[in-house]
């Protein structure tokens, strides 16, 4: 685990439930957040964004044990307000909103102004930062950057800084195609295990990761890990992830999940009473679900 060079104002108990276990919402997205809104119909202003992310927040966070929120308008949907409830910790997503590409790959950087003092003094009780790491890439050609080392150096300067400021570092890695590659199937869970293996090397306190595909693949995922992950859902339908979390946390040791258009993602294209009463009627028992899947079969991030 991380060894802190100051003495910790906060630690992983403050994102997980008394027993150690991450049932965490996610709803850190900016520009993709807008997007789904236009999908359903609607140009979203930023009063939008923020209203969505009050609404998802004082539904579900007093079942939730922290809420993943972006600078821009996550922290201020609950500033000022009570929509984020006491008994939930807020993770701070620390990444830039643009990162930029080399040809068809994203570029993982870090903003030095976004640093852990800054999730601190927003209220933060853990530090999200996204990478997209491909470790298995291939060495770059005379003149070309070296992606996997640069997202590979820019959670280094992310967990080094934590751990001077003494919060704790969650990094989340999405891997992505290779110009011309098929990212499927045995390739895909190969590509999230070496960048797995990678980041493991690297002393964060919380890996959020995707699932490899198969229960095999978690279990190659557990092999190579000997801190904590939690499962991100990645969009999927609600059903699917609540097979997918079975199968993380029987095979792979997950010790959580980090969950967002999963669980709420039907009430973007709603107002008022209606969105109101799906976050009331679907998104809590949807949650509820997962929360009592997590509880019975995750391994607690303690045990660790």
Not at 81 to 87: E, F, H, I, K, P
Not at 91 to 96: C, D, G, N, W
Not at 210 to 237: F, I, M, N, T
Request: glycine fraction near 8%; proline fraction near 6%; hydrophobic fraction near 40%.
């Amino acid at each position: 685990m991380s060894t802190t060079t100051t003495q910790p104002i906060r630690t992983l108990a403050d994102i997980a439930t008394s027993g150690g276990v991450f049932s965490i919402i996610a709803m850190d997205q900016r520009n993709t957040l807008r997007r789904m809104f236009s999908a359903a119909g609607i140009e979203a202003t930023d009063a939008d964004l923020r209203q969505s992310k009050t609404d998802v927040a004082a539904a579900l966070t007093p079942l939730a044990s922290g809420i993943l929120f972006d600078p821009t308008y996550g922290v201020p949907a609950i500033t000022g307000n009570d929509a984020l409830a006491r008994t939930c910790g807020l993770l701070v997503a620390s990444e830039p909103a643009e990162r930029g590409t080399f040809g068809t790959e994203p570029i993982t950087h870090r903003d030095p102004d976004l640093d852990a003092q800054w999730v601190v003094d927003s209220g933060g009780d853990a530090n999200k930062f996204f990478a997209q790491l491909r470790a298995d890439r291939p060495a770059p050609a005379a003149g070309e950057p070296d992606l996997a080392e640069s997202c590979l150096q820019a959670v280094r300067d992310v967990v080094a800084d934590c751990a001077e400021v003494g919060i704790p570092s969650v990094i989340e890695n999405l891997v992505y195609p290779l110009p011309g590659e098929d990212l499927s199937g045995k390739r895909r869970e190969d590509a999230i295990i070496e960048a797995a293996r990678a980041l493991n090397d690297i002393d964060c306190d919380l890996l959020k990761l995707e699932y490899p595909g198969s229960p095999e693949g978690c279990r190659r995922l557990a092999d190579v890990l000997d801190r904590p992950w939690a499962v991100l859902s990645a969009g999927v339908p609600f059903d699917a992830f609540t097979t997918v979390l079975q199968v993380a946390f029987d095979e792979g040791g997950a010790s959580g999940f980090i969950a967002g258009r999963s669980v709420w993602r039907e009430s973007l294209a709603l107002s008022g009473q209606d969105r109101a009463s799906f976050l009331s009627d679907v998104a809590r028992p949807r949650l509820e679900r997962l929360v009592a899947v997590a509880s019975d079969r995750a391994r607690p991030w303690t045990a660790m």
